[in-house]
């Protein structure tokens, strides 16, 4: 039988099938293997007890991407959420999150909560950086219920990993786009009720035919693994245009004379907020090497 893993704790899968859900263990071959089931694979399962929905995982089907941090599989795209005021971004941890994602080749929305607490100026400023760099930017206010309608059309059909700092009011956002879909809830929640730490672990919520959201914990302690510094340019698609184009071959835009993105960026034709923030984890990069 064929399912979808929507939660993993302690060593158990909850694996979604057109049957149910069922509670199981991994074979010992995956640990042997160094391959560890994922929230979001697609598995084989054996049934081992019908009545009480236990079974075990048998063979993970190929994954279309991994994520390294969350550890998840088969993502279509990540929805980031930040608040337009209380609290205000921190976009230095907005910037990180965007390089872990091109890093993993995974397309991101960005979405702005809390639209009605920021100024047009705020707003029409978000926009243009972002929307600038080639990303899609969209404006939420879960109190006021606006734009909800427009995240579910992005959402639609896929798996979406939606993560955020606390206080943005993610829970708010992601409840209203279940409390719109009726769903079977019951016999998941009362399954994964015997999982004490909920907050902590990664799960697929099915809000409509095919289309899951993936809660993902952990966000603030975002961190760029396995990156060397002089690949960070690469990670900031707006850069892109001007890669080429600089007097020295692989120029990393930072301390080099005649730099065609430190042009653009006096120019105006790039955001000063996202270069400095590019220079922020060069260094931190850089840092890193030496230790």
């Known amino acids: 039988m064929q399912g979808r893993i929507i939660k993993g704790i302690a060593g158990f899968y909850y694996v979604q099938t057109e049957t149910g859900l069922y509670e199981c263990k991994a074979k010992g071959i995956f640990r042997k293997d160094k391959k560890k089931p994922l929230v979001g694979d697609y598995v084989e399962i054996k049934v081992l007890d019908v009545e009480a929905k236990e079974g075990s995982v048998e063979k993970i089907l190929p994954r279309t991407n991994e994520l390294i941090r969350p550890a998840v599989a088969n993502i279509d795209q990540a929805i980031v959420i930040f608040a337009v005021n209380d609290p205000k971004p921190n976009f230095m941890l907005l910037d990180r999150f965007l390089v872990t994602m091109e890093y993993q080749n995974v397309p991101v929305v ?91 672990h990664s799960q697929l919520i099915a809000i409509g035919d095919d289309t899951y959201l993936m809660d993902t914990p952990g966000f603030s302690s975002l961190y760029i693994e396995g990156m060397e510094k002089e690949e960070l340019k690469d990670y900031f698609p707006e850069f892109r245009p001007y890669e080429g184009q600089c007097k020295y071959q692989g120029c990393v835009h930072i301390h080099e004379p005649q730099c065609s993105v430190k042009e653009a960026l006096e120019q105006g034709k790039l955001s000063i907020l996202r270069y400095e923030d590019y220079v922020g984890l060069y260094n931190e990069l850089k840092e890193k090497r030496r230790y």
């Open 110 to 200: 960005i979405c702005f909560n809390k639209m009605d607490l920021g100024t047009k100026e705020e707003l029409e400023t978000l926009q243009e950086v972002y929307g600038r760099c080639g990303y899609e930017v969209l404006f939420t206010s879960a109190a006021k219920q606006q734009g909800v309608r427009e995240l579910q059309k992005l959402l639609r059909g896929k798996t979406s990993a939606v993560a955020g700092p606390s206080g943005v009011g993610k829970s708010s956002l992601t409840n209203l786009l279940q409390d719109e879909i009726s769903m079977e809830t019951g016999e998941i929640s009362k399954k994964l009720g015997r999982g004490k730490h909920t907050t902590r």
